[in-house]
């Protein structure tokens, strides 16, 4: 994954997903294969990591995309449109929010 610094020409999206300890590894099962099989293929993306907490009950996700149209294409496909529908069913909530990077520590 690059480096994590302030003033990167990229965007970072942060997703998180609410859900139970019950649907989490499905929940993962879905957003791994997302990643492995269409999100790292689409034009614009860099990286991405899944964080998941002790309880299982969230999930983080931490994408970088060059830039910001990249990350709405991708979302528009229909493959990511019916992707995110199943994720959907697997989750209680979830928000992807496009952040620029304020500060970074080492």
Known sequence: MPKIAQGAELQ??????EMTPGTCQDLMDALTDAYDSFISKQ????AAGLHVNDAQT?????????RREDFQAMLRT????ERNRKINLLCRSFEPVMYEVAAAFE
């Open 58 to 66: 969230r999930i983080a996700n931490y994408s970088q995309w060059r």
């Open 43 to 46: 034009p614009g993306f860099i």
């Open 78 to 81: 229909d493959e990511m449109r």
């Open 12 to 17: 970072t999206v942060i997703t998180t997903f």
